[in-house]
């Protein structure tokens, strides 16, 4: 990510620090070596030829020095190292810092430093000699002063050689610090092992030098073919490490490249945010390619290889020196972008890629669109580290394809896989496949723990689901809590009171809870018999096998089994007041959660085998219901949802079948309905499984009419016998003529097909009579009842009486007080 030349630069705040480093190294350079240099023009004329010969290719060999690609914090490896301690051996400091420094101007010419940094590394080298120095003095003082080695030269020449390694790499390592304002132990680690192989290396081969200049001045240059060999073997390691790091097709990173620059950048980030700095922010860009699959079908793969290389061009040119581009393989792309302040600074660098894919690719004349849906996630808001944020980019991209957006942000909400989801996915298997339900749950509605939302489960294609989406109360029984006037799910209070006293008593003795909030001292009141007050008991916080711990423990009340329960919303009908049906309603209390939002519990189980055990057991549950019904001489018929996945493998239809065979129960009372969604989903094998389960007899209900994209000629098609008008609209009837008009021409629209209409979310008297004079059918929501156990409707039903709302009359017949 950073550009060449900005080797030569320093960052504007460090200038002070960094330099003022560099001048002091040079000063001590100076220092250090300025006697034994002085000295040195006197010596010139008694060195032997063999000095000549090492000083000579000191130079020469550093005008080609061996720069390790990706080594960004280390300097060059110079073989002139070898050549300069071999003389500091044999002939003395100032010899060896006259060569050094000759060679690292030649270096630093070839390799167009600037001349602080060349003056830098003639210093260190200066002071690395100079300690080399002082440490072999402590030994013998002249190696092979009898033409010997003895273990006493190799233990100095060794003390020697790390002494040299340790000030120069303990300069420069400080150097990078204070230039580029890094943590001090991961700027001297990094690097470490190749700098002690390299120059380590270099460093133990000045003994053989001075040993062969002993010996015979022409073995010297004998010396350059071990070390040829060493740089060559270097050299195509290197570039075999640098290669692997590349895509072959566009010569960008690749993902291995990806991941260690976004774990080098998460620590230079993670320091800038300890120290206060805005641009502590780091961007992760996924960029998949819109309809390149069609270009590779199209026109083939070669074609397509073209247009990954013309794409990747555009995105570089786009993209600033900071930010770093990645192919991670097919059509997808990846953009690291750094230094930034905030989610806005990575919707600009998102912008520029839109502006740089936006224009069509010319290829053979041919202009090819291809845009790309791009994910972000930022640190450390969305993630501290590379696999989290990939992962969190990729469902943000993947979100902006289901949005048909460009680019989107992660968000959790979109993350229908993370951790808390998986675990419950879990609980939810092992619950089902247990077999643990609460059948018998006797508990009032409202006593619920933890959050309990009535609407269906799972809105756009779930097992089974409510009628109204109203949320079940997270309080106590007297404090109703519902979804009300807002289109998509707003809450509003219910009324409690009705300047009519007909009316008032009609809508309180119609649900029991209203009933129990609204009764006074001297009002009567028929109410079942008080239960037992159960104990609580507290559990600790944190997982249990799935979900996020709560700071604060959850209350779960002994007696009250956790698993799954069916719930039954009665289904109303307009003219007479009769209940017809029920809906039935998924409801899940899990052990430490609570009540587990049914729509949640949808997401969760839609995308996985996890669906198909669901639905049986909604599906077995119900029908069983009915059979007790029956066995009771009721004849209520009963409505569920199905997903889509259980339309497209029609197993769900064989399932019924069986059941309703077993069970002795008529398939005229039982319905499945089925969302607009599910419907467009794939239309031929939904179509094949309703059509089987018309023919056994079982209704079609079409669900959240209104809401989604299903043509009249599916409409025509169906065998289809009731329409749900979704609550969204039947919500707003009362207040917006609109909503009013939409539900009105929904009911005459499919009384003319000759289905059936049933509104949701009936919430209060005038949307009531609003309807039937509409021509509504049937009508379910809390005005009329919440969502109850099956034993709890029984109750319910028996204390019930038929409420028409036409003519409403002192004489006309009310629900039981």
Known sequence: MEAADLRNAVPPARVGPFFGFVGA???????????????????????????????????????????PPGQRHTSAVFPSICFTFAILVAWGPGAAVAVQTAAVVVSGWRLRHVAWRTAFNAAQYACALAAAHEVNQLGPGAAFADDRLHWTDAVALAGAAVAWFVVSYGLVSTAVRLRFGDPWWPTVRRGLGFELLATGSLLLLAPVLVAAARASAALIPLVLVPLFAVYRMARLSADQEHLAALDPLTGLPNRKALLTEVAEQIRRHAERGAQGMPDGHLALLLIDLDRFKNVNDALGHAVGDRLLVAVSDRLTSALGSRDMVARLGGDEFAVVS???????????????????????????????????????????????????????????MYDAKHRNDTVAVYAAESDHNSAERLGLLADLRRVLESGTTDRA???????????????????????????????????????????????????????????????????TGADPVRRRAGRTDDTPAIRPPEPTPARQWTLPAGPVGSGPADDTAQRVEVGEPCGITMYYQPQVQIATGEVVGVEALLRWRHPRRGMVDPEELIRVAEQSAVMRLLTRRVVDDVVGQLARWSAAGSTLRAALNVSVRDLHTGEIADQIGDLLTRHAIRPDRLQLEITEGALMADPRRVLDTISRLHRIGVAIALDDFGTGYSSLQHLRRLPLSEVKVDRSFVLGMADDPDDAAIVRSMIELAGALGLRVVAEGVEDERTWRLLHAAGCDLAQGWFFARPMPADELTAWLARYRPVRPAGVTGSRSRPSG
């Not at 001590?28 to 060195?47: N, Y």
């Not at 809590?481 to 998509?488: D, L, P, Y």
């Open 25 to 67: 190294t040079v000063v001590l350079a100076v220092g250090l070596t300025a006697g034994p240099l002085v000295s040195l023009p006197g010596d010139l004329a008694t060195l032997p030829g063999a000095f000549w010969i090492m000083a000579a290719l000191a130079v020469v060999c550093d005008a080609r020095p061996f720069v």
């Open 441 to 507: 749950a006797s508990r009032p509605i409202g006593a619920a723990t933890g959050t309990e939302a009535g609407t269906t489960a799972g809105a756009a294609a779930g097992a089974a689901r409510g009628g109204d989406g109203a949320a079940l109360p997270a309080g106590d029984d007297d404090t109703p809590v519902h979804q009300g006037s807002r289109r998509w799910g707003g809450r509003r209070d219910r009324p409690t009171a009705h300047p009519d006293e007909l009316i008032n008593q009609i809508i």
């Open 338 to 396: 750094a230094g930034l302040t905030g989610v806005d600074d990575a919707r600009r660098v998102a912008d520029r890629v839109v502006r740089a894919l936006a224009e069509p690719v010319p290829l053979d004349g041919l202009p090819l669109d291809v845009g790309g849906s791009i994910g972000i996630a930022l640190y450390p808001e969305h993630g501290e580290d590379f696999a989290t944020l990939m992962r969190h980019a990729d469902v943000a």
